[in-house]
């Protein structure tokens, strides 16, 4: 399984996690097997104000991700991933993305509930 956290810095597991997942400078990328992180990588992500909204979700949904965990997301992208295939999780307490990855392996991470998407 592959999950992908955005965040702030090119950190990777210790990287802190970005408040909006359109806004986000990088992706953590980890992947799972057997309840283990096998591989870490993080990518940049492609500029918002360039790009929108779309282009961050095409960007994102291009690296062939299972699951995406954010602190918060709109409904055009939790409906884009979701319509994917991709699982979208909510997480909003934890600060660095490899205790949240941690957080998700202990099953402590429950899957976004879209009445609480931002509308903006």
Same mark, same amino acid.
């Given at each position: ?24 400078? $990088?992706? #953590? ?8 992180? #096998?591989?870490?990588? #993080?990518?940049?992500?492609? !500029?918002? /104000? ?6 961050? =979700? /095409? ?6 991700? /299972?699951?995406? =965990? ?7 992208? $939790? ?8 699982? @979208? $999780?909510?997480?909003?307490? #934890?600060?660095?993305?490899? !205790? ?8 402590? @991470? +429950?899957?976004? !509930?879209?009445? +609480?998407?931002?509308?903006?």
């Amino acid at each position: 399984m592959r999950v992908i956290i955005p965040v702030e810095s090119e950190q990777g597991l210790v990287a802190p996690r970005s408040g909006h997942f359109g806004h986000a400078a $990088y992706f #953590t990328i980890a992947t799972i097997e057997n309840g283990e992180v #096998t591989s870490v990588e #993080t990518i940049k992500n492609v !500029d918002h /104000d360039q790009f929108g909204c779309g282009g961050v =979700i /095409d960007f994102a949904l291009s690296q062939n991700v /299972d699951a995406i =965990i954010a602190t918060g997301m709109g409904m055009p992208p $939790y409906s884009r991933f979701t319509a994917a295939g991709v699982a @979208v $999780y909510a997480e909003r307490e #934890t600060p660095l993305a490899g !205790d949240v990855l941690a957080k998700f392996i202990a099953g402590e @991470v +429950a899957p976004m !509930d879209p009445n +609480a998407a931002c509308r903006h």
